[in-house]
């Protein structure tokens, strides 16, 4: 009984995590965003702790940001490219302006479908 309950939980979490009118946050997303404000964090601190003692050049924290939006953008990009090719390759082929329209069935739905592999690559 209690092994069935932890199959299944998925099915009993709300993927929503908090919703503010018709605009809602799911928690795949805020993960997404938790760890990238860790990670920024975690340069920031690297950056301050690694110089002690010596001066702190700007172009540090500059370029740690710079390189944090680029590696978010690749890693979104990537990320849903790879939904696209192990998910619904067939789907995503013959409409390809779905791969980046938010829209469904002319409802406004969000751009949804992310894989870790993508990200990963």
Do not use: C
Request: aromatic share 20%; hydrophobic share 55%.
């Amino acid at each position: 009984m209690t092994l069935d309950f932890y199959q299944h939980l998925p099915a009993h979490i709300d993927p929503v995590a908090f919703s503010i009118g018709f605009f809602s946050i799911r928690w795949y997303s805020l993960m997404y965003l938790v760890a990238f404000a860790v990670v920024y964090l975690l340069l920031e601190w690297r950056i301050k702790h690694d110089y002690a003692g010596k001066q702190i050049v700007n172009n540090d924290k500059d370029f740690a940001l710079d390189l944090l939006i680029t590696v978010a953008i690749g890693l979104i990009i990537g990320a849903r490219l790879g939904y696209v090719l192990l998910y619904d390759f067939a789907y995503y082929a013959a409409h390809p302006l779905a791969i980046i329209s938010p829209y469904s069935a002319g409802s406004f739905t969000g751009i949804f479908g992310l894989s870790y592999f993508g990200g990963v690559v």
